[in-house]
């Protein structure tokens, strides 16, 4: 269950945030581009080119006591402001210093998940349903001088968010059940941009199927007796395999990046670099030859990539050079 949920969470935060990790950078500027279900009259209003839906199909073999259960997980993004205290009141500023460490706004982001089940695969010939209802609001961080003043704020403010996810399953004889998951994203659209709307969207959903007293089939490499039905899941959007231990067959990844069944996290990788298709070494060995100021930038853009370059900045010698290469099968990702 560990190896799924590295690659769950790898699958999460898969293009986050890229190389330099400054929010300057021109790759940076359009950020959620993975996993979007977007608002329904939004999606409508462009075509359906960016969708407000998200289907999972698979096979299962059990029998109607068999169990399952969902969990879909996705980013909600947060809008950060910084804050420069004036008098009684916050004036939202582009940057703010406070003793040397810099301050600058951005967007964040939130994980959020909505789980359902476990059911018996007999009681999901009915549809089952969980609500997505998660209320705007916001929060704020003081920030203090050196003497303990009251300096700024950061000002962190998130848009309700609502939809469903549905989960259904269809016997197909011989103890074959078409398991079907779907996500579906109804939050109110007023007309903005599609900036503005990416606060309104499930970013980088991904969902997990955890089956007990069963087992799921691999739709990459389905035996000959069920090629057919494999054939004829449908899928939105995302693509359904088999994680875990080589093997297992009690969990699967429906992931909006397509992955072989069994992928795992390379053993070298030093942590969370967010782009599964750069290598970990010229990634860490480019941060570390940034500038003073490319830095101070890294760390002020967001708390994850600060999280990075301190991780890169503390690697020895020893775990640089675990970084050269390793020839490997393909399906290897790296956190």
Not at 56 to 77: A, I, N, P, Y
Not at 145 to 160: K, L, S
């Amino acid at each position: 269950m560990d190896a799924a949920k590295k690659i769950a969470e790898a699958v999460l935060y898969e293009g986050y945030l890229l190389y330099p990790y400054r929010r300057s950078a021109i790759k940076n500027r359009q950020r959620w581009t993975f996993g979007g279900v977007y608002p329904r009259a939004y999606s409508e209003a462009r075509g359906g080119d960016d969708p407000w839906t998200m289907q999972t199909q698979c096979l299962m073999t059990g029998d109607e006591t068999s169990t399952v259960e969902v969990k879909v997980r996705f980013l909600h993004v947060t809008e950060r402001k910084v804050g420069k205290k004036r008098g009684e009141n916050l004036e939202f500023v582009d940057e703010l210093r406070v003793g040397e460490e810099l301050y600058l706004p951005w967007e964040e982001a939130t994980e959020r998940e909505i789980s359902l089940g476990p059911f018996a695969l007999g009681e999901l010939e009915s549809p089952m349903r969980a609500d997505i209802d998660i209320a705007g609001g916001s929060g704020e961080e003081v920030l203090t001088g050196t003497e303990g003043e009251v300096v700024g704020a950061i000002v962190r403010g998130w848009r309700g968010l609502c939809g469903t996810v549905e989960m259904e399953t269809e016997p197909l004889g011989g103890g074959v059940f078409r398991v079907t998951v779907g996500i579906a994203n109804t939050t109110p659209w007023m007309g903005e941009s599609r900036e503005s709307t990416l606060r309104q969207t499930l970013v980088s959903t991904h969902t997990t199927l955890t089956a007990q007293g069963g087992e799921f089939v691999s739709l990459t490499d389905p035996p000959g007796e069920l090629r057919e039905a494999a054939q004829g899941c449908e899928n939105l959007k995302t693509w359904p395999v088999l994680v875990g231990e080589e093997g297992e067959r009690s969990m699967m990844l429906s992931s909006p990046i397509i992955l072989y069944d069994y992928p795992e996290i390379a053993p070298e990788s030093p942590g969370d670099l967010f782009d599964g298709t750069e290598i970990d070494q010229l990634l860490v060995l480019n941060v570390l030859t940034l500038t003073d100021e490319e830095k101070e930038e890294m760390r002020a853009s967001d708390p994850r990539a600060r999280e990075v370059l301190e991780r890169c900045e503390s690697l020895s010698q020893e775990e640089l050079m675990n970084l050269h290469g390793a020839i490997r099968e393909f399906g290897m990702l790296r956190e």
